[in-house]
């Protein structure tokens, strides 16, 4: 992997880390506005729950795109080594 390539990959790392903690937060600032509206208004339903559990399967989805997407290449990479050191 050349330098160029490997500049890429940490780009494209970065990128992916600051857009995941950007999701995060706001996913979690939004959530706890809506819980308090929620309580302040009217208590006895927690509406806010609804979308605070969107919120939430969309920063799994995210997480789980960050940790297994294609920006892991070197992982794969180091995979594909060990396997053609297995074969022979």
């Known amino acids: 992997m050349d330098e160029t390539q490997r500049y890429e990959l940490a780009r494209n790392r970065v990128e992916a880390r600051v857009s995941l903690k ?3 937060w706001i996913s979690l600032i939004i959530g706890v506005v809506l819980g308090i509206i929620n309580l302040v208004t009217d208590a006895s ?3 806010f729950l609804w979308p605070a559990g969107g919120m ?3 920063c799994v989805i995210h997480l789980y795109h ?3 997407s294609d920006l892991r290449s070197d992982r794969k990479e180091q995979l594909i080594q060990k396997e053609l050191e297995r074969m022979g």
């Open 22 to 24: 950007r999701h995060l």
């Open 56 to 58: 939430a399967l969309g």
């Open 45 to 47: 339903y927690l509406w």
């Open 66 to 68: 960050y940790f297994f």
